[in-house]
């Protein structure tokens, strides 16, 4: 059975940190791994990964797959309060049959 | 350009009703599928539709059933609604082209149901 694995479930920061959020997997067919950011409502795409070693960048976040060891991180500097929200990983086999979710991390920054 | 329509947005069922949650979208996408979000359980794929004309079971289906009227709308119905089903439904689709069709998921706002 496929299986995302997200740590940790639940992060308390304060505004200007640096935090690392952690996505293991063990899938059978594994084509990426995508990261999303859910505040209220439905989530929105962050990254997608394919490439071991790639890092992948968009302002303050960043992200890497290590194919090799099953793993991706989700790195935040900088935090603001405007980054808390839920952080999900998921993978897809590259099929229509949808992406697998990991239970999420729940991150909250303090002022 | 709406995107994915997901109604109602809300909605209180009592145990043994049944409702249709409906799904459309304006993005020509081949496509679609229904999650369930529970607190601190991620999204679980419930039914999908991979083209037109083909459904087929997600992680989750039992007390469920769907529809795939046709390229642009996918219904999601409960047939007998029980408190296990309080959830927030989410719609998503994809293009289904492309080497990377991961990249192609949109999430429709969510159905926020409450069973009691």
């Known amino acids: 059975e496929d299986k995302v694995v997200q740590s940790p479930l639940s992060l308390v920061v304060h505004e200007g940190d640096t935090v690392t959020l952690n996505c293991s997997y063990e899938?059978?067919?594994?084509?990426?791994l995508l990261w999303y950011k859910q505040e209220k409502k439905a989530p929105t795409f962050l990254f997608m990964l394919?490439?071991?070693?790639i890092e992948k960048k968009s302002g303050r976040l960043s992200s890497i797959l290590d194919k090799k060891e099953l793993f991706s991180i989700l790195n935040i500097t900088a935090t603001q309060t405007g980054d808390s929200a839920v952080y999900l990983c998921?993978?897809?086999?590259?099929?229509?049959?949808?992406?697998?979710f990991g239970k999420g991390t729940h991150l909250i920054i303090q002022p | 350009n709406a995107g994915v329509t997901q109604t109602p947005k809300f909605q209180v069922l009592k145990t043994g009703q049944s409702m249709t949650l409906q799904c459309a979208q304006d993005m020509n996408h081949n496509s679609m599928y229904w999650y369930r979000q529970d607190p601190g359980m991620g999204l679980r794929l419930i039914y999908y539709?991979?083209?037109?004309?083909?459904?087929d079971k997600g992680e989750v289906p039992n007390g469920y059933n769907v529809s795939r009227l046709n390229k642009r709308e996918f219904s999601l119905r409960l047939e007998s609604a029980a408190p296990s089903q309080t959830s927030v439904y989410f719609c998503?689709?994809?293009?289904?082209?492309?080497?990377?069709?991961?990249?192609?998921?949109?999430f429709g706002s969510g159905t926020r149901l409450t069973v009691v």
């Open positions: 394919t490439s071991s070693g």
């Open positions: 998921a993978f897809s086999g590259g099929g229509a049959d949808g992406l697998t």
């Open positions: 998503a689709t994809q293009s289904g082209t492309g080497g990377y069709r991961a990249r192609g998921y949109t």
């Open positions: 539709s991979a083209s037109e004309g083909t459904t």
């Open positions: 899938v059978t067919n594994f084509r990426s």
